[in-house]
């Protein structure tokens, strides 16, 4: 269960909610004397024993018991005389309903007690399968021969592949896709948002790897920070381990086929008639009516803010700006960040602006570099004569894993 940080004032709401989840079912009150209860007890226990609870859970005394199950190892290559079919006759024609190894798995996993009879118990539990799991349970049955292929046939794991596996389980497990889309897979909470308000369920992580940076994403993974002001659903915090988390970073970066760990995040700092035009075009697309630069303005709806700049520099990859910028609804479904430029024809972009000649390449390389230099307004210009001593400067380029 991960942790969604919840104030005493949330987890209180919640109990209050869950609370009122109530049915009216009754159930029978049990009136047995001590020594009849001694007796259940006794024939539940035997009845853990015979159905072997125990293979899945922790029990106390059963530590050491065998498994009831059937070894399935070499399931596969198992013939179908040794497959006990026992009442369960089949008289059409249909070849479904043959004898054959496939049909007597596919009944077992449907109806786990199908074979029983007076000699035979089964004790396979009910699991409700439907067929699209089956088929692959089957198929994976079929394939324990208990022999490996050659080596020429099996497919050789590089680093980025283990990682892209690592990563893959964690993912799954943790369910990051039941909020998020992952690799263009999940995403299952955004069918609670309808068309207009896509932009409140939680964001896109296909390509996340190139989006962000490594050493950001760590941090983020380790303890998320709100980035979209806006949103009501939460990043929970899962508390990863250090591993787990460099997994997870490693996985988007594999999966993006970018570099990890390091990565020189380099933009050219925009300078003198560059920097000038640049401020200029800033200024004209009126960028900061929705981004945040260091904190909300006084007023300012948080439900119609933007991500804040300053972090651009810590967070994003920079060769990914111009790409988000050049049509950010092809990466974020239905996001509320306008599309300035109309890259419809490559050849011919359509600018929103004259300057840097109307060329919409360079306007928008040059705010790439403007926003990977963006200083918190506070720290500049420092007073030339101060009598404190100046906080140090960034440099100009900054280089980070
Ligand atoms: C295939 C694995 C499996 C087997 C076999 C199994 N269980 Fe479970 N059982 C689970 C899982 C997983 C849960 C966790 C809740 C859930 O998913 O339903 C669970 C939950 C329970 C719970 C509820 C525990 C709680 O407080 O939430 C009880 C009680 C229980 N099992 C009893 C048994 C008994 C008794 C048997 C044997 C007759 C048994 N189980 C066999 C997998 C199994
Ligand atoms: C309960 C829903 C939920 C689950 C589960 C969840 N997330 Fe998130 N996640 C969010 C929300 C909401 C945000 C946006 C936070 C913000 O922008 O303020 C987010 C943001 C992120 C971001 C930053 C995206 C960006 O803009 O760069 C990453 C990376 C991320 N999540 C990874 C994960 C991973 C990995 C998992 C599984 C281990 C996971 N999330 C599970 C809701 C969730
Ligand atoms: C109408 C509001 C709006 C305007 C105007 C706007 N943006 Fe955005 N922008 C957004 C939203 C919303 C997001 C977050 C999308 C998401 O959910 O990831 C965003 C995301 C971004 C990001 C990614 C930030 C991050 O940390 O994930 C960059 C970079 C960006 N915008 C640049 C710009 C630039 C440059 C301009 C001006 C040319 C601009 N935006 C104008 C709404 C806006």
């Not at 530590?63 to 497959?83: C, D, F, M, S, Y």
């Not at 074979?115 to 699209?132: I, K, S």
């Not at 893959?168 to 955004?190: D, S, T, Y």
Request: hydrophobic residues 35%; aromatic residues 10%; neutral net charge.
């Amino acid at each position: 269960m991960p942790d969604l940080r919840l104030s005493d004032a949330e987890a209180a709401n919640v109990t209050a909610y869950l609370m009122t989840l109530k049915s009216d079912q009754k159930y029978p009150e049990q009136k047995t004397s001590p020594g009849e209860r001694q007796k259940l007890a006794a024939q539940g226990k035997e009845l853990i024993a015979k159905y072997g609870c125990f293979g899945c859970h922790n029990i106390k005394g059963f530590e050491n018991a065998q498994k009831i199950g059937t070894e399935l190892t070499e399931h596969g290559r198992k013939g179908v005389e040794l497959l006990d079919f026992g009442d369960v006759q089949y008289f059409t024609e249909d070849p479904r309903h043959h004898q054959t190894y496939a049909n007597w798995v596919w009944e077992k996993l449907h109806v786990p007690r199908v074979f029983a009879y007076e000699r035979v118990e089964t004790r396979m539990p009910q699991f409700d399968f439907t067929d699209e799991e089956s088929l692959a349970l089957l198929t994976f049955l079929k394939g324990q021969t208990g022999e490996t292929p050659p080596p020429e046939y099996r497919t050789g794991m590089n680093e980025v592949q283990a990682a892209v596996y690592k990563g893959e389980r964690l993912v799954f497990w943790n369910g990051c896709r039941n909020c998020h889309v992952v690799e263009k897979r999940g995403g299952k909470i955004r069918d609670q948002f309808n068309d207009e308000n896509q932009s409140f369920a939680p964001p896109i992580l296909t390509a996340e790897g190139w989006k962000v940076q490594p050493h950001w994403l760590f941090g983020f993974l380790k303890g998320p920070t709100p980035l979209r002001p806006w949103l009501t659903v939460r990043m929970p915090t899962f508390h990863f381990t250090d591993a787990d988390a460099t997994d997870i970073v490693h996985y988007f970066a594999a999966a993006s086929n970018k570099s990890f760990p390091y990565l020189t995040a380099e933009a050219p700092q925009p300078e003198g008639e560059r920097l000038r035009q640049t401020e200029a075009l800033f200024k004209e697309l009126q960028c900061v009516n929705c981004h945040v630069v260091g904190q909300l303005r006084p007023n300012q709806d948080p439900a119609s803010a933007a991500p804040n700049f300053l972090l651009a520099k810590e967070r994003l990859r920079p060769d990914w700006i111009p790409v988000w910028l050049k049509n950010p609804q092809a990466l974020m479904d239905g996001t509320r960040m306008p599309s300035f430029w109309d890259f419809s024809d490559e050849a011919h972009p359509v600018s929103p602006s004259k300057l840097f000649d109307g060329d919409s390449k360079a306007q928008i390389e040059a705010l790439r570099d403007y926003l990977m230099h963006l200083e918190s307004p506070k720290s500049v210009p420092p007073p030339k004569t101060a009598a404190t001593p100046r906080p140090p400067r960034r440099p100009a380029k900054s280089k980070r894993g």
